[in-house]
Every structure is written in structure tokens, then in C-alpha cells.
């Protein structure tokens, strides 16, 4: 499940997208991404370390992504924020490890499942920037995948 440090992480980042100047106070960004703004400054923080974002200090201080919102994928912020997108250890591609109560990964009759809804989870994700949340695409791809 998506924790609500990544949601509001998500929320932020779509809108340092959309702002045309590139870059916006954390309380005004707390106000935009409706998030607590102490919490929300954490995470920036951590988005910060991570080169997501880059902040600047001063009077004319502020938060800016660090790259072209169409080379950040939701995907690359939530392994950041949460961890693995997997919903085990033994499917993760990233921080794999044999499950502590798995006999026999050959043999164990749930992975098969967790393996193709990494994968499609993956799928989603790692294709969905920045960009295209900010354009408001969500919605088109809601449609287009239950067949609307």
C-alpha cells in the first residue's frame, strides 16, 4: 500500500511540474499538495538527498525538480519513499531475498502471482512521469485500461 508519505511526496512533486517557474515555496507547496507542512518539508528533504528535487535557501528560496518531470517516474519515487514496489521480498527486483517461512522458491505456489503483479505494477509505474500527471493524463489512462 502507498504510504501517505509517498502520496503526498507524488502530490508535490506533479505540482513542481505544472509550475511554470519552476519553483515553489514548501508552504505553498504544503497548500497545493494539501499536505502538513512539517511532514511535507521532511520529505522534501529526503526528495533533496535523492535528487529529485533541489531546494534553495534565502528570501527568493524554494523547491525545483532536479530533473525534466518527464524523467521522474512515479515508480523512481516511490522506491525512494516506500521501497520495493514488490509485494514481497522473493519478487523484488531491486532487494531480493528469499522470503523468512519459504521452503522452496521453485516450488512455492504464491509467487507466480506476486511475480506478475510486480511486474504489471512496474509496468505501470516506471511508465508514468511527472509530465503526464501534470498534464492530467491520469484519467485517459484509467479509461484506456478498463476499456472505457
Known sequence: MLS???RYALRALVELAREPAGQITAGELALRADAPRKF???ILLEL???RIVVSRRGKFGGYS?????ESITFAEVIRVLDGPLALAPCVSRLSFRKCDDCPDLATCSIREALLRARDATAD???????AEAAAGRGGELFHESHGE
Open 48 to 50: 533533496a538527498r535523492r
Open 4 to 6: 501517505s508519505k509517498a
Open 40 to 42: 511535507l518539508e521532511a
Open 65 to 69: 525538480l532536479a530533473r525534466a518531470p
Open 124 to 130: 505501470v509505474l516506471e511508465g508514468y512521469s511527472l
